[in-house]
């Protein structure tokens, strides 16, 4: 009953007409928003509806949330939902928003730190449950060149994606078909993802330059993180250097960037 009544509130507000500052919004802010194609902007307004309405967004910092603010943020974490089925990111209840760069406190395994603590300076991060953090002028940076390969929201999306089954490994749950379908294309992804990241890590040690940026060979939960960004903003140069990459990534997102990529 509970999942029924979620579904019926949902459908109502995807059918809200959108409101018309925020379309401008898009149009100004959202660069990707204008490649895409008619049908796509309409589900991507629709989602951006339910997730607003779903998820809390909280100032940190002396930051103050606006519309812009909200809707920006809500049409990155969307864009990688179109054309899926979704459950808009549910283990995902704030998303907290910074000025810039922030200090979090994290777990250290250095035996000098009294504390056990550490400070480090962030731009953003993903909590397994709860929340989303982010800084806003990397966001906007992030928004509004969207073919440097670099893009915070999208980062940080993904990760999300990435932890719905508890696990932050680089493996998100890949849904549809059979099951054996299914565990074919978890062997194809584990394969594929991993060779590509242990040949980042090379090309890194020989002192090469990667399309994918270097913050991918840290682990293969930021590998999965990093290609999400080179998928949506870089996917000509993605697809022609890394194509078995290129395409798992595009069954998952069940997007083809290049389509509506200029140039």
Not at 4 to 23: A, D, H, S
Not at 94 to 109: G, H, K
Not at 143 to 148: E, G, T
Not at 214 to 237: I, L, S
């Amino acid at each position: 009953m509970l999942g029924f009544l979620k579904n019926r509130r949902r459908q109502e507000l995807r059918r809200q007409p959108f409101p018309g500052p925020w379309r401008e919004l898009l149009l100004h802010r959202f660069p990707l928003f204008s490649r895409l194609p008619p049908a796509d902007q309409q589900e991507l307004e629709e989602h951006i509806q339910v997730f607003l309405a779903e998820k809390n967004f909280e100032g940190c910092g002396g930051q103050e949330i606006t519309d812009e603010i909200r809707v920006l943020i809500a049409a990155h974490a969307c864009l990688l939902l179109l054309h899926r089925d979704t459950d808009y990111y549910p283990g995902l209840r704030s998303i907290l928003v910074y000025p810039s760069t922030y200090v979090a406190r994290t777990e250290s395994r250095e035996e000098e730190e009294t504390d056990g603590r550490e400070s480090r300076a962030r731009l953003g991060e993903s909590w397994q449950q709860g929340a989303v953090v982010l800084a806003w002028d990397s966001t906007v940076a992030g928004a509004a060149d969207p073919a440097d390969g670099g893009n915070l929201v999208f980062h940080e999306f993904a990760h999300q994606l990435d932890q719905e089954d508890g696990l932050a490994d680089g493996v998100p749950v890949l849904s549809g078909g059979s099951f054996r379908h299914r565990r074919g294309r978890y062997a194809a992804w584990v394969r594929i993802l991993g060779d590509e990241y242990e040949q980042l890590i090379a090309t890194l040690a020989r002192g090469h330059a990667p399309l994918l940026d270097e913050y991918g060979a840290t682990n293969p939960a930021e590998f999965f993180a990093v290609a999400t960004e080179h998928f949506f903003e870089q996917p000509r140069q993605l697809k022609d250097r890394h194509p078995e990459l290129y395409e798992q990534l595009r069954q998952f997102y069940r997007q083809n960037p290049v389509e509506y990529s200029p140039g």
